[in-house]
């Protein structure tokens, strides 16, 4: 893998191998010292171009574990305030000889463009409304790890789905790994068409509760909006926030998800939050596993070698030896 700028570029069997690749990452993070040599000698640049606290955090930690060397661009500082182009930014990045650059970007396709920029791995870390690759790989390690499988499962996506690239990288991930995917939102929070997308469409909340394995829940963002497409938070609430009513109809085994940052008492009612279904947490964790076992993939020696896998520091070994 070069890149990873959408989970449409993934296949099952990709999807799978991140999979098991986080789970060895875990082990790692259970150490008295939560580090291997994997990635010893490369630098990682870390470009955001709007504002992050999980998904940031989760690189800046996943590449320091794996030992790379690490670069936060802060664009609010950068030359890009005096007028110099994205190009020129990322040119200038390149030339210093970076091995990989992380993009989250406001604008859809800015990771694809940045690849004719640089030498460098690219890696999504989202882009608009297009596509936020890692986060459907920790998401997918979450429902894993609880449920054991996505083979099968029914999960229901709730809220802003025409304005969320978690909401289309998930749908993609989620259906790849065989579970059955159903949309839930108000009609102005639909895109105009749903024919090729591979989900179910529900009208009601409550009529989907029961018979959901997962149950995610996404953020109004309002940040995305040219207009308001609600009446009000309050009748968003009262038709798709998941109150302590509602979660009383899901099944004990239900994982309750939310890829943050969560507005208590819109999406999820305060008191909700404490349940031990909810996995936002699991979530966060699972983030900087996933994020290691990605620039692992990218940058590390064989990019997925299977035996490499069973231990991710023997490719340091091997590359010291040659």
């Given at each position: 893998?070069r890149?990873?700028?959408s989970i449409?570029d993934?296949?099952?069997d990709?999807?799978?191998?991140?999979?098991?690749l986080?789970?060895?990452?875990?082990?790692?993070?259970?150490?008295d010292?939560?580090?291997?040599?994997?990635l010893?000698?490369?630098?990682?640049?870390?470009a955001?171009f709007?504002?992050?606290?999980?998904?940031?955090?989760?690189?800046?930690?996943?590449?320091?574990?794996?030992?790379?060397?690490?670069?936060n661009f802060s664009?609010?500082?950068?030359?890009l305030?005096?007028?110099?182009?994205l190009?020129?930014?990322i040119?200038?990045?390149?030339a210093m000889?970076v091995?990989?650059?992380?993009i989250?970007h406001?604008?859809?396709?800015?990771?694809?463009?940045?690849?004719?920029w640089?030498?460098?791995a690219?890696?999504?870390?989202?882009?608009?409304w297009?596509?936020?690759?890692?986060?459907a790989?920790?998401?997918?390690?979450t429902?894993?790890?609880?449920?054991?499988?996505l083979?099968?499962?029914r999960?229901?996506?709730?809220?802003?789905?025409q304005h969320?690239?978690?909401a289309?990288?998930?749908?993609?991930?989620?259906?790849?790994?065989?579970?059955t995917v159903?949309?839930?939102?108000?009609?102005?929070?639909?895109?105009?068409?749903l024919?090729?997308?591979p989900?179910?469409?529900?009208?009601?909340?409550?009529?989907?509760?029961e018979?959901?394995?997962v149950?995610?829940?996404l953020?109004?963002q309002?940040?995305?909006m040219?207009?308001?497409?609600?009446?009000?938070?309050?009748e968003?609430?009262?038709s798709?926030?998941?109150?302590?009513?509602?979660?009383?109809?899901l099944?004990q085994?239900?994982?309750i998800m939310h890829?943050?940052?969560m507005n208590?008492?819109?999406?999820?009612?305060?008191?909700?939050?404490?349940?031990?279904?909810?996995?936002?947490?699991d979530?966060?964790?699972a983030?900087?596993?996933?994020?290691?076992?990605?620039?692992?993939?990218v940058?590390?020696?064989?990019?997925?070698d299977?035996?490499?896998?069973?231990d991710?520091?023997?490719?340091?070994?091997?590359?010291?030896?040659?």
């Amino acid at each position: 893998m070069r890149h990873l700028l959408s989970i449409e570029d993934l296949s099952a069997d990709d999807l799978s191998g991140l999979l098991d690749l986080a789970q060895t990452f875990e082990a790692v993070q259970q150490r008295d010292v939560p580090k291997v040599p994997a990635l010893r000698g490369k630098t990682v640049v870390l470009a955001f171009f709007e504002d992050s606290t999980r998904t940031r955090t989760s690189f800046d930690l996943a590449a320091r574990r794996l030992s790379a060397d690490l670069v936060n661009f802060s664009a609010g500082s950068s030359s890009l305030k005096k007028g110099e182009s994205l190009r020129d930014t990322i040119e200038t990045i390149d030339a210093m000889g970076v091995d990989a650059i992380v993009i989250r970007h406001a604008s859809s396709g800015v990771p694809q463009q940045v690849t004719r920029w640089t030498k460098a791995a690219v890696i999504n870390a989202g882009d608009g409304w297009h596509q936020h690759p890692t986060q459907a790989l920790l998401d997918a390690y979450t429902i894993r790890k609880r449920l054991g499988t996505l083979e099968g499962k029914r999960v229901v996506l709730c809220g802003d789905i025409q304005h969320s690239r978690v909401a289309r990288s998930n749908i993609q991930a989620f259906t790849k790994l065989g579970a059955t995917v159903t949309v839930v939102a108000p009609r102005t929070l639909l895109p105009s068409s749903l024919d090729h997308w591979p989900v179910e469409v529900s009208k009601s909340l409550d009529e989907s509760l029961e018979q959901s394995d997962v149950l995610y829940l996404l953020r109004i963002q309002h940040e995305r909006m040219g207009q308001s497409l609600l009446p009000s938070v309050r009748e968003y609430r009262a038709s798709y926030g998941l109150t302590t009513e509602r979660a009383r109809k899901l099944s004990q085994d239900c994982v309750i998800m939310h890829p943050g940052p969560m507005n208590r008492g819109v999406e999820i009612d305060p008191e909700v939050v404490d349940d031990p279904r909810v996995a936002v947490l699991d979530q966060v964790t699972a983030g900087v596993a996933v994020r290691m076992a990605v620039l692992f993939n990218v940058l590390g020696p064989g990019q997925f070698d299977r035996d490499d896998e069973a231990d991710p520091a023997s490719s340091s070994k091997k590359r010291s030896a040659a």
